[in-house]
Nanobody
């Protein structure tokens, strides 16, 4: 069992930056791919970005490519999402999740955090 806790969300003006963290406990996440998803009010949850277990490969949605960067520190059992040039449409609850593989994380994420709210004002 893996417990995931997101932090770092908040209110920011358009063009600003935030760094989300996802701290894992219960077991090491070093063998898991890790990903970020988001869900805006009235919309379905969508994939944002993912990183492979060793941190070499990443996969990012076109909507945030060039603005968001995912990374991980396996020694700290933590994954991060650096979000720059934020837009009002980035407003959502952001969740982290684990999966066996970066190739399947969009459909087979296993453990989920409770989410952290990100609100971008115009």
């Amino acid at each position: 069992q893996v417990q995931l806790v997101e932090s770092g969300g908040g209110l920011v003006q358009a063009g600003g930056s935030l760094r989300l963290s996802c701290a894992a406990s219960g077991r090491s996440i070093s063998t898991y791919a890790m990903g970020w998803f988001r869900q805006a009010p009235g919309k379905e949850r969508e994939f944002v970005s993912a990183v492979s277990w060793i941190g070499v490969n990443t996969y990012t949605a076109d909507s945030v490519k060039g603005r968001f960067t995912v990374s991980r520190d396996n020694a700290k059992n933590t994954v991060y999402l650096q979000m720059n040039s934020l837009k009002p449409e980035d407003t959502a609850v952001y969740y982290c999740a684990t999966a066996v593989s970066i190739a399947t994380i969009r459909t087979e994420a296993k453990y989920w955090g409770q989410g952290t709210q990100v609100t971008v004002s115009s």
